[in-house]
Structure formats: C-alpha cells, structure tokens
C-alpha cells in the first residue's frame, strides 16, 4: 500500500487533509494545495472555516506572501475548509496541526490532540498515512496517538494504517519561507513510512535535507531543538543582567563573543514567548517520566520567565529616581505581542509584565500595532503616563523617535533605542543588558 500511496504522491493524486489551520496548519495547507494537490482543511472554529473559504487569511501580523497564497489555492479549488470529519473519509495522507500546550505543572494537555485522533479513527481510509507536525513530547506517539486511533478505527498501525510524526519548524513573520526552505526529521512507525514521508515533503521542500529516522527520534530532536534555544537564551539573559551591573553593554559582548568559532551566544531580552520555546522544554523533560534528575532545562525555564519580573523591577528603580514608587503609577506597554510585527500572543512576556504591574498597584495602558484591543495612536496613548516600557521590537517602535512619548522614564526590554538622546532629553532610560 505504501508503494502505491508514493506513486499517488508522485503523480499528485494523493488526497491531502490537515487538521488544524492555525499558524502552522493554514501555511501547510497552503503549500501543498500550491504543489499540486487537493487539500482540505478540518478547523473546529466556524468564523476561520468562512474566512479561509472566502479566500482570506485569519492571522494577521507580517506573513509574506501568505494572503496571496491562501486566495490563489482557494480560487483554484485546490482548497477548501471544513468543520465535518466526516468530509476526510477518501483523504490518503491526513496532518495533524493542532495546539499541544503544559499545564501549570509542566504536563503536557493533549486534548486536542486526543479529540482530532477520536474524531479521526472512525472515518480513517484503509492504508492512509497519518502524519503528526504538531510538537509533542518524545513516545507520545506510541503513547498516545497510536492507541487512541487504533481504538476509535479499529484498526492496526503498521498494516491497516500508517503513523509519521514530522515536527513543523516555523515561526510568525516566516512561515512559508521557513516551510519551503528547513529541513525536516521525517519519523516514521517503519522504514517505508519515513521513506513515503520524504516523497511527500519532497513536494514542497526542493533543496533541504529531509532526513529518516523513527518516531520517537524525531520528537526528540524538536523539542531538543527548542531546549537548545531556551537554555541559551537563558544564558544570555543571565549575562545581560551581569553587564548591567559592570556597566557594560550585552550586544557589544555578544558581537565579540560570536567572532570566536563555534561560538553562537543569543539574544537577551525581556522574557520568551510563543507557542514553542516556553513549553516545548517541558515536553522534552516530560519524555523522561520523571526517571532523570533534571536540572539545566528547569533553571533555564525559570530564569527566561523571571525576565518580564526583572523588567519590572528596572522600572520601580527609574521610577524611584523621581521619587514616584509602582503603586499609583502609569505605565504604557509598548507590545503585547511576543515576537515583533507579529498578532501572535501566546505566552507574551508582556502579559506576565501588565499582570505584575497592576497587581502592585500601577495603571496600565497597552499598545500594539498589531494586537486588535491594543492599536491606536502610541503618542496620546502616552500622554500623563510616568513611563514607558518596550517589550516587543515592532518596526513600528523602531521608527519612533521616543522624546515624542513625553514620559519621563524609559525601559527598553528590547534595546531598540540609543539612549544618548534619551537621556540628553533629561529621559531616565534603563535597558535590560545596558549599563544602569
């Protein structure tokens, strides 16, 4: 059956399905329908099923190319979203795109990974390839995913059915062009389901390595992946407060630490968002059950989630300068977005930063040029505020010139200004890894 599901492939007769068109599924969608093939979209949320099949896109922010794309493949009828599972019974190949987020205790919430296999099963074409992009914590998919479809199918993986598990690598403002262009882990329950995986992403993915491997390999080296990440910008983190203190400058140290070979120290800044980095960490500590001691990756989450915290905290000493204390101060956040010229909130450092302020008795104006409820005009929105707070770098804030603010004091989460002019204006500034 696999054989003859590559030629279908090849010939682009392989009917394609993807659950799940938020920021990853929508672009993958996207892709595919543009090589060739007939796609159709499962999306739970009735508002987005008419807007992708009114040929407009749902996310907003900085995507390029994306709306263009999303309107062409729809107008062609190589796209079309539904709500009905029922509407997958002849689809050949099916991605799972859906949303795996850690509760409060770091244990991974599957429910709609759960629901979209439950609802699957039951209407799951004989020897079709099931294939989850979603990132999930290493032996999920033969702790989860297999079961729950060959309980709701009734069928066997491995011979009624196949199962693939490809992590998505992608993030806001990049998604086709990290799509197209990185290489992907191609997991599969058996050799030939990794070699029929390859063929698949083959279709939209020219040049990049595509490499085999088994399922539980290729969850691991994504959130590997983004441990890597999180650890190191932990580390950077920890160093900018270090120049903060010795009066020095982070991006300077970074620049000339980088020029030594092999060495690729991060970005410092004021806390890490998004989907991915802030739980995917914990996805990987999860794969061990509790059977290893971990140490490096639950410090390196605490201290990227102490970031928004210490940003504070540079704020109550400005705003002590002027004798003025949190409680009963106006503060303006500038973005509330976690990545820059993005509408993408999940996980903002800004939310953790407005929760913290007002519970200590501050008033709190937000702006972002992106995010719905928080756009506006940034002037007169910072007009009576004692400070200003940047925690998000939009192109937005970088073409500001931030005497025009008129507040007295100046936290730059993101280093986005020079502070010369600032503090020639009488400006109080503070930056998270710039001398204080």
């Not at 329908?33 to 996310?59: D, H, K, M, W, Y």
């Not at 989860?144 to 992590?167: H, I, N, Q, T, W």
């Not at 990227?304 to 303006?332: F, R, Y």
Request: one cysteine or more; proline letters at 6%.
């Amino acid at each position: 059956m696999l054989a003859e599901l590559r030629e279908k492939i090849i010939r682009r007769e392989a009917r394609l399905a993807v659950i799940g068109l938020g920021y990853v599924g929508l672009p993958v969608a996207c892709v595919f329908a543009e090589a060739g093939f007939q796609v159709t979209g499962v999306e739970i949320r009735a508002e987005r099923v008419a807007l992708i099949n009114a040929g407009r896109s749902p996310i907003a922010g900085e995507e390029p190319g994306l709306d263009e794309l999303l309107a062409r493949v729809v107008a062609a009828g190589q796209l079309r979203a539904t709500a009905e599972y029922a509407e997958l019974r002849e689809s050949d190949i099916i991605l799972i795109d859906v949303e795996t987020p850690v509760d409060e205790d770091h244990v991974p919430r599957y429910q709609a990974l759960r629901a979209a296999c439950r609802s699957l099963g039951p209407v799951l074409k004989p020897g079709a390839l099931v294939i989850v992009e979603s990132t999930i914590a290493p032996g999920t998919i033969d702790r989860v995913v297999r079961p729950l479809l060959e309980e709701s199918s009734g069928k066997s993986s491995g011979r009624d059915f196949y199962l693939g598990a490809c992590p998505e690598r992608v993030m806001p403002g990049k998604l086709l062009a990290n799509l197209r262009t990185l290489s992907r882990v191609c997991g599969g329950e058996l050799p030939e389901v990794a070699e029929t995986m390859i063929t698949l992403y083959r279709t939209i993915i020219p040049q990049a390595d595509l490499d085999a491997a088994d399922c539980v390999t290729a969850e691991l080296v994504k959130t590997t992946e983004n441990a890597f990440r999180d650890v190191n910008i932990a580390f950077a983190n920890e160093v900018a407060v270090i120049c903060e203190e010795v009066g020095a400058d982070v991006d300077r140290v970074r620049e000339l630490v980088n020029k030594s070979p092999g060495r690729n120290m991060h970005i410092a800044g004021a806390g890490v968002g998004g989907h991915c980095i802030p739980k995917d960490p914990w996805l990987l500590a999860y794969g061990a059950q509790g059977r290893a001691d971990l140490r490096l990756i639950p410090t390196a989450r605490a201290v990227n989630d102490a970031m928004p915290l210490h940003v504070a905290e540079l704020l109550s000493e400005a705003l002590n300068e002027q004798g003025k204390t949190l409680a009963g101060a106006c503060i303006l956040v500038m973005g509330y977005a976690y990545l820059e010229n993005s509408d993408d909130t999940r996980n903002s450092p800004s939310e953790v930063l407005v929760q913290h302020l007002r519970a200590a008795g501050a008033e709190v104006r937000i702006h972002d040029p992106w995010v719905e409820p928080y756009q506006g005009d940034l002037v007169s929105l910072g007009k009576g505020c004692d400070a200003a707070v940047v925690m998000v770098a939009h192109t937005a804030y970088k073409a500001l010139d931030p005497v025009q603010l008129g507040v007295p004091v100046l936290i730059d989460g993101r280093r986005v200004y020079d502070p010369t002019p600032l503090r020639a204006a009488g400006i109080i500034y503070r930056a998270v890894g710039r001398p204080r």
